[in-house]
C-alpha cells in the first residue's frame, strides 16, 4: 500500500513565507512526475507546481516567481515553499505522485495515481 501525507500548512499573514511537504510511504518502486495542486473553496482544483523524476519543472502562472517546487528521490519526498503569498493563495492543498507500486528492485503492476488527504493553507490580508 502507498501513501501520500502532507505537513506543513497554516495560518499565515499576506507577504509571509510558508513551506509544505509531503512524504510517500509504502511498497514503492518508482516515483515519476509529482505536483502540488489546491481547491479553494468553490473552486475546482488546480495544478500549482509539478516536477518530473529529473527535476524539471512547471508551474501555474499565479505562483511563477513566489512558488517554488523541489523533490528528494531518495526520500520519495516532495516540498512546496510559497514565498509572498497573497490572501488568493488561500486553498487546501494536495500532494500528486504518480508511482509504481513494489520493493526497491522488483515492479509489481503498472504506475498509479496517488494524493495526499491535503492540508489547509489560509493567508489573511
Known amino acids: 500500500q502507498v501513501q501520500l501525507k502532507e505537513s506543513g500548512g497554516g495560518l499565515v499573514q499576506a507577504g509571509e513565507s510558508l513551506r509544505v511537504s509531503c512524504l510517500a510511504s509504502g511498497s514503492i518502486f518508482s516515483t515519476n512526475d509529482m505536483g502540488w495542486y489546491r481547491q479553494a473553496p468553490g473552486k475546482e482544483r488546480e495544478l500549482v507546481a509539478a516536477i518530473t523524476s529529473d527535476s524539471s519543472t512547471n508551474y501555474a502562472d499565479s505562483v511563477k516567481g513566489r512558488f517554488t517546487i523541489s523533490r528528494d528521490n531518495a526520500r520519495n519526498a516532495l516540498d512546496l515553499q510559497m514565498n509572498s503569498l497573497k490572501p488568493e493563495d488561500t486553498a487546501v492543498y494536495y500532494c500528486?505522485?504518480?508511482?509504481?507500486?513494489?520493493?526497491?528492485?522488483?515492479?509489481?503492476?503498472?504506475?498509479?495515481?496517488?494524493w495526499g488527504q491535503g492540508t489547509q493553507v489560509t493567508v489573511s490580508s
Open positions: 500528486n505522485a504518480h508511482i509504481r507500486r513494489g520493493t526497491r528492485i522488483c515492479p509489481a503492476g503498472a504506475q498509479e495515481d496517488y
